[in-house]
């Protein structure tokens, strides 16, 4: 990778070398470290491991995407997707965030998984599959946003519909709601002074949340679904004869719970000693989600009385109506629950904000989109944040979100494609990885070493697994997933311009 045209980025081992000479003059060494690879120290690192874990956290929270998913898992499996698919789909990303800790600690830079495909890759594919990465990246936070924004404008509908049932549901209320969020939450990410603080405080709100709604249904549902009902019924009214399919399909809701861990490795030059502090992150953001998750979702299903009712709602927000009937028809209640569900869904839009931001600056530092020339800037004081990447990004959320009002089919089936971009931009990467034999220059601090054979090799069979079995409809004889599209669409704008490293690790 290059930071002036023509220049030669140094290989891992000269840099650190470097750094280590630089260190006193450049008085840390992080940026030293930075400087060394080829790039100038522009952000501060303002973010602690806490801070970062909250920005995982928040982008993640599984229990949250337990909410948002409700629906899609009950038709394609029933209880037991939520109980033992969050156990499967969890272990699996046991080892997919090894994989990426391990990358993230020998190479940590806010580029990514992209940067990584830059040092492993041989030179007569590096540039395409680097930029290949970066973008399949950079589209799975730009539509993982899309989906939260919408959760949010949803959100807000279904307490007015609630409160006034005389009011129908028209696609054009979550369009507005879902442009609003995308809106307000936009400021802020505008200023890094407060961004840290921020990301702090929604990790507190989504725990929070987590366990007043967890003891709320719990306590005041007026009767319990039996254990039976919870951990051993199984439900298929997707369409789909074989439940084999069915159930693996489902698994997409509970996914979502444990996907963008990724956006953990672009703080990378946000955060001290983040070869060691990214791993942290991203490892305790499994760890925290799997918990929540799965205490979530047995409250949830042990306190859920007409399940026909909470699929069928006209506030089209299923857990809404759940939390109604767990309260006992008490509307208040039930509101202030949900208010709970949208300040969370804030806080992590407000995170992947910041994930796709940076994923954005970092390209656009060697070319990767159109107007690099801005994308790349980071704002002064006060701002001290890439600004016009955020601006970007977000101009692009609101895209989509014509979509949603245009068609909630094609909307619905390009969310899918949110996940499976981002398990393209992480299989390049290690399939490298493994097809060099494991070979890191100078290994991090998380070097797994045999090991990581096996972690590695679940991250490539799961992301093919899932490119296979996610773009299937969720009903059978529904309409596609719109995988191809959002591929097209993206994959083209930069890529001449594009600056890769001449050398490999």
């Known amino acids: ?246 159930w693996i399909l489902g698994l997409l809701g509970v996914n979502w719970g444990f996907s963008c861990l ?28 799997f918990i929540t998750s799965w205490v979530y979702s047995i409250a949830i299903f042990f306190s859920m009385q007409d399940i026909d009712r909470v699929i069928a709602t006209p506030t089209m927000v299923p857990v809404l109506e759940l939390f109604r009937q767990a309260l006992r028809g008490n509307i208040p209640g039930a509101v202030f629950l949900e208010v709970l569900v949208v300040l969370t869904a804030i806080g992590c839009l407000m995170s992947i904000h910041t994930w796709q931001s940076r994923l954005m600056w970092s390209f656009a530092r060697d070319k990767g989109f159109p107007f690099s020339s801005y994308l790349a800037v980071v704002a002064g004081a006060p701002y001290s944040v890439p600004l016009w990447s955020h601006i970007f990004s977000c101009f692009w959320i609101a895209v989509l979100g014509i979509l949603y009002w245009v068609s909630t089919t094609a909307f619905f089936s390009l969310l899918t494609g949110g996940i499976l971009m981002q398990y393209i931009s992480y299989m390049i990467p290690v399939s490298l990885l493994l097809i060099g034999g494991r070979r ?20 490539v069979v799961w992301s093919l697994f899932t490119l296979v079995f996610y773009s299937f409809p969720l009903c059978f004889g529904c309409d596609s997933n719109y995988l191809l599209l959002c591929s097209s669409i993206l994959v083209r704008p930069g890529k001449e311009d594009f600056q890769g490293c001449q050398e490999g690790a």
């Not at 030669?8 to 060494?29: H, I, R, Y």
């Not at 490795?265 to 953001?285: C, R």
């Open 1 to 246: 990778m290059t930071s002036d045209a023509g220049k030669t980025t140094p290989s891992p081992k000269e840099a650190v070398t470097k750094a280590a000479d630089e260190g006193t003059s450049l008085g840390n060494f992080d940026d030293a470290r930075l400087s060394g690879l080829g790039y100038k120290p522009e952000l501060q690192r303002k973010f602690t491991l806490l801070s970062c874990l909250a920005v995982g956290f928040s982008i993640s929270n599984s229990w949250f995407a337990v909410t948002g998913a409700l629906t899609t898992g009950i038709g394609n499996g029933g209880a037991s997707i939520y109980m033992y698919g969050a156990i499967l789909v969890a272990l699996v990303h046991v080892c997919i965030g090894a994989s990426l800790g391990e990358l993230a600690s020998a190479y940590p830079n806010a580029g990514g998984q992209y940067y990584w495909v830059i040092r492993l890759a041989p030179g007569g594919c590096r540039a395409f599959l680097s930029y290949l990465t970066g973008v399949a990246a950079w589209a799975g936070a730009m539509i993982t946003g899309a989906s939260v924004a919408l959760v949010i404008g949803q959100g807000v509908v279904g307490i007015i519909i609630l409160c006034r049932p005389e009011i129908v549901y028209k696609q054009w209320m979550g369009f507005v709601g879902y442009q609003i969020a995308n809106i307000l939450v936009f400021f802020l990410n505008c200023s890094n002074r407060f961004l840290p603080g921020l990301n702090k405080a929604s990790l507190y709100i989504s725990l929070t949340s987590f366990l007043t709604i967890t003891l709320a249904v719990l306590i005041a549902s007026p009767k319990k679904a039996s254990a039976d009902a919870v951990f051993r019924s199984y439900t298929n009214s997707s369409g789909w004869d074989n439940d084999v399919v069915a």
């Open 440 to 459: 890191i220059s100078i290994p991090g601090p998380f070097y797994m070493g045999r090991w990581g054979w096996f972690a590695n090799g679940v991250l």
């Open 262 to 289: 990724d956006s953990c490795v672009h703080m990378a030059e946000e955060i001290p000693h983040p070869e060691k502090n990214i791993p942290k992150a991203i490892m305790g953001t499994i760890a925290i989600g």
